[in-house]
């Protein structure tokens, strides 16, 4: 009876095993579908982490395009919008294109680091430049195409500007356009909601095979993963319903990415790109897959009141054009573009901000400009950006807020008159007030007045642009 029973509980204890294997198994599997790309929660925000806490990065757009300046023939495209676009926009064939851009295109010795300090100087944590833009130019050695700047120039390009911005202690990203205005078989007829300079003429090499087009696609992308070292950020551009994710086999672009480099951000926009100010972000959340893209990218638009849950990081012309343009002289003033920083970090978003090399790689004067002032106030004030998130409380109409740990720090854009400025802190277990402009931390002397912290702030304003107040707390 006795061994009865216990052959019983050995039978049992098998079959027990046997459930838990196969549960495991069914478990196993579940992850298994994304591949490289499962992960947990705690493994994401790891991976994130150091994005999260930049703040700041640089966007470049530069290539054939640059050179050619918003001029075509002699005459000027226009004063604003993309000029990157100008093949596009004066309906050229790719060899008409090259034709024209190939010899105003020379790269100075040097000019990478030039980008790489600028950036560093300008208090960004990271930088993004264009691998390939949709004329399907590539500034990396490819094996596939001879549209690449190992072959038009002797140079790769690529590689001389991620030794540069590693250099100098930044992370790297690609860009890299799926749309491709020179491959002979992007089959522009089938990508009927994407772009083509040829639209609407037929395709001069007669019917295209899209399929041969992905692969190149793929095959490119896996040199960008393989022969340039860690790469940071892979921000992909662009689809539109009826020509994304499954387009271009953008799971399998997604998986390639990191499994070759397995600490990759990537934006998401091989799917589709919800319109985030007009979508609710709470219905957003829920459908949000991350396995689609690290980040959402709103463009040349800041969400009015961020994107809780989701990470996001607007990117932004300096004037109207990514890729260079002579005729855009519709530059934004620094004071504008501290105000967007402050502005985007303010509400949990991250600030990709873009020059436009010209043709020689050289930086145009207002960019520069533009980027040494920003560099000024992040020296003073950068501890109010650099790993800060959104904001607990309402924006005023004077300013804005971001908070860390134990700090909250107060971003004023209009000093107040009657040197008193109120901050709904009161519950704040305040330890010391002061300006960041002030090394001494001298501090501001406060009261509690119904639900506030009124601050007593000096007669002038530290900086004419953003003064910050930083409140310590317990
Ligand atoms: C758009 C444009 C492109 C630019 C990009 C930057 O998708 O097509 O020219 O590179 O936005 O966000």
């Not at 490289?36 to 705690?42: D, H, I, N, S, Y």
């Not at 994401?44 to 806490?53: E, L, T």
């Not at 790269?107 to 990478?112: D, I, T, Y």
């Not at 303010?346 to 020689?360: A, T």
């Amino acid at each position: 009876m006795r061994r009865a029973k216990s052959i019983l509980l050995v039978c049992m204890a098998a079959a027990f095993g046997l459930i838990l294997i196969s549960s495991s198994c069914a478990i196993e599997k579940a992850t298994d579908v994304r591949g490289p790309l499962a992960e947990t929660k705690q493994q994401r925000d790891a991976r994130m982490q150091w994005w999260r806490d930049s703040r700041f990065g640089m966007f470049v757009h530069w290539g054939l395009y640059s050179g050619l300046a918003g001029t075509w023939k002699d005459k000027p495209v226009g004063e604003r919008g993309g000029m990157e676009w100008i093949q596009q926009r004066v309906h050229a064939d790719t060899w008409e294109y090259a034709h024209e851009a190939v010899p105003l295109f020379r790269p100075k010795e040097g000019f990478a680091s030039e980008w790489a300090k600028l950036a560093r100087r300008a208090g960004c944590r990271y930088v993004v430049f264009t691998s390939k833009h949709h004329d399907g130019f590539c500034l990396f050695d490819s094996e596939y195409t001879t549209y690449d700047a190992h072959d038009l120039v002797g140079r790769d390009l690529c590689r001389e500007i991620v030794d540069a911005v590693r250099n100098e202690g930044l992370k790297v990203g690609f860009y890299h356009s799926v749309i491709d205005w020179h491959h002979p078989q992007y089959d522009y007829f089938k990508a009927d909601q994407l772009p083509h300079p040829l639209k609407g003429k037929p395709s001069p090499n007669g019917p295209r095979n899209h399929d041969i087009y992905v692969d190149y696609l793929h095959r490119q992308a896996r040199e960008l993963f393989s022969n340039y070292g860690p790469v940071d950020i892979i921000w992909w551009d662009y689809s539109k319903k009826g020509n994304e994710g499954p387009f271009w086999k953008s799971d399998e672009l997604m998986a390639m990415a990191r499994s070759l480099q397995p600490a990759i951000i990537s934006n998401n926009r091989l799917y589709h790109i919800p319109n985030i100010e007009k979508d609710d972000s709470a219905d957003r959340l829920r459908t949000w897959k991350p396995e689609q893209g690290d980040f959402t990218t709103p463009e040349q638009t800041i969400p009015s009141t961020g994107i809780p849950g989701v990470d996001w990081e607007v990117c932004m012309t300096m004037n109207t054009t990514w890729g260079y343009s002579d005729h855009d002289h519709a530059w934004k003033s620094p004071e504008t573009l501290i105000r967007n920083l402050v502005d985007i970090v303010s509400k949990g978003g991250n600030y990709l901000l873009n020059i436009g090399p010209k043709g020689d790689g050289s930086i145009p004067q207002e960019s520069i400009e533009s980027m040494r002032a920003i560099g000024r106030w992040m020296d003073v004030n950068g501890q109010a950006i650099y790993g800060t998130s959104a904001s607990p409380y309402e924006r005023p109409s004077w300013g804005r807020y971001t908070k860390k740990d134990r700090m909250l720090y107060v971003h004023v854009f209009e000093w107040p008159r009657n040197g008193v400025l109120e901050v709904p802190a009161a519950e704040l277990n305040v330890t010391r007030v002061y300006l960041l402009a002030d090394s001494d931390k001298t501090p501001l002397k406060t009261e509690k007045k119904s639900g506030a912290l009124a601050i007593h702030v000096p007669r002038e304003a530290p900086d004419d642009i953003v003064s910050v107040i930083a409140i310590e707390h317990k």
